[in-house]
């Protein structure tokens, strides 16, 4: 392979997709507990964009085991964003294993990618109306 053959994927845009077995279900639950609404629709599909990426809900006979994290909002104010998800009826997950325990749903991650210039992060997670686990996460610098 060369340079160029392993450069084709560098400039692609990545955009995550979730299942969802009733997409009427779901898109209640992202607007009313999340404050989303899509950016555009397709039979089977809803389309949001955050920030700046997107992702897609779509019209699945499969369902997410739920058992790890298959997409994460970065905050810059998660103690903020927790709360109010909270008080819009969103449940945040209390873990505690070995070298991750939860405190009012936000636990204290060591270490971070060196390229994000942080020396942690915070983060918690809940599940969608569909099982999805969602995470959201803080920088700590």
């Not at 964009?49 to 897609?56: A, D, I, P, T």
């Not at 008080?87 to 325990?101: Q, S, Y």
């Not at 983060?123 to 996460?137: A, Q, V």
């Amino acid at each position: 392979m060369t340079g160029d053959d392993r450069d084709v994927l560098a400039g692609a845009r990545v955009a995550t997709r979730l299942p969802a077995q009733d997409l009427d279900r779901a898109r209640r639950f992202y607007a009313e507990k999340l404050g989303m609404e899509p950016a555009d629709e397709r039979p089977g599909g809803l389309l949001y964009r955050c920030g700046g990426g997107e992702f897609v809900l779509f019209r699945s006979t499969g369902a997410s085991p739920g058992t790890f994290t298959q997409m994460a909002l970065e905050v810059d104010d998660i103690d903020t964003a927790v709360a109010e998800l909270k008080r819009r009826g969103v449940v945040f997950e209390e873990v505690d294993v070995p070298g991750l325990r939860t405190r009012d749903g936000i636990a204290e991650v060591e270490g971070n990618y060196p390229s994000k210039g942080a020396r942690g992060e915070r983060g918690g997670w809940f599940h969608d109306s569909e099982g999805n686990l969602l995470g959201i996460g803080q920088p700590v610098r």
